[in-house]
Antibody, heavy 118, light 111 residues
Framework: QVQLQESGPGLAKPSETLSLTCAVS????????WSWIRRPPGKGLEWIGY???????TYNPSLKSRVTISLDTSKNQFSLRLSSVTAADTAVYYC????????????WGQGTTVTVSS | QSVLTQAPSASGTPGQRVTISCSGS????????VDWYQQLPGTAPKLLIY???QRPSGVPDRFSGSKSGTSASLAISGLRSEDEADYYC????????????FGGGTKLTVL
């Protein structure tokens, strides 16, 4: 069965760019939407965006100016870049597979904590 | 401020039936399917219900979903202690260029 694993630095400095990667194992990229979601401490889930298997991406309008999600089919992985980070970007970041393109996320990574601090 | 509105907390006793509600608008719940996620403490969210009332393989039939107009509900019958978790509704919102939106989450406590 498909499994997802996030990786990347657990600490980012304010104004820098946060970069995370999600490795897909046990299956191929296929014809799915590959998503990033985050949960800030004490708050609920927030959808960041997704990339389709074609490479086309859709983002949360509130984050769109700072987010890039890309796909590397040769490595069976996808990535998140979030620029100009602030303390408000501190969160647990999850990658997930969306089978519908409208939010049906049926496979999730375990999550990785990113803290933004100087 | 979440696009979808959920009560922040709910509670019930073992064996009881509890309902968690989610309210939206014409641009989201009014025109799209709703999904529900369960997030146990310290774990990743898990898809509980998709397309309003469908259960993924392995989800007990104690969990059921429904949608009417711009509102949706998740019902849990035969409540068990292991159901204590955060529950989120989610859907697609057609406004702007479109995006997935979540409710603020409901923390369910089993008394």
């Amino acid at each position: 069965q498909v499994q997802l694993q996030e990786s990347g630095p657990g600490l980012a400095k304010p104004s820098e760019t946060l970069s995370l990667t999600c490795a897909v194992s046990g299956g191929s990229i296929g014809t799915y939407f590959w998503s990033w979601i985050r949960r800030p401490p004490g708050k609920g889930l927030e959808w960041i965006g997704y990339v389709y298997y074609t490479g086309s991406a859709t983002y949360n309008p509130s984050l769109k100016s700072r987010v890039t999600i890309s796909l590397d089919t040769s490595k069976n992985q996808f990535s998140l870049r979030l620029s100009s980070v602030t303390a408000a970007d501190t969160a647990v970041y999850y990658c997930a597979r969306d089978f519908s393109g409208a939010g049906g996320m049926d496979v999730w990574g375990q999550g990785t904590t990113v803290t933004v601090s100087s | 401020q979440s696009v979808l509105t959920q009560a922040p907390s709910a509670s019930g006793t073992p064996g009881q039936r509890v309902t968690i509600s989610c309210s939206g608008s014409s641009s989201n719940l009014g025109s799209n399917y709703v999904d529900w996620y369960q997030q146990l403490p310290g774990t990743a969210p898990k898809l509980l219900i998709y397309r309003n009332n469908q259960r993924p393989s392995g989800v007990p039939d104690r969990f059921s979903g429904s949608k009417s107009g711009t509102s949706a509900s998740l019902a849990i019958s035969g409540l068990r202690s292991e159901d204590e978790a955060d529950y989120y509704c989610s859907t697609w919102d057609d406004s702007l260029s479109g995006s997935v939106v979540f409710g603020g989450g409901t923390k369910l406590t089993v008394l």
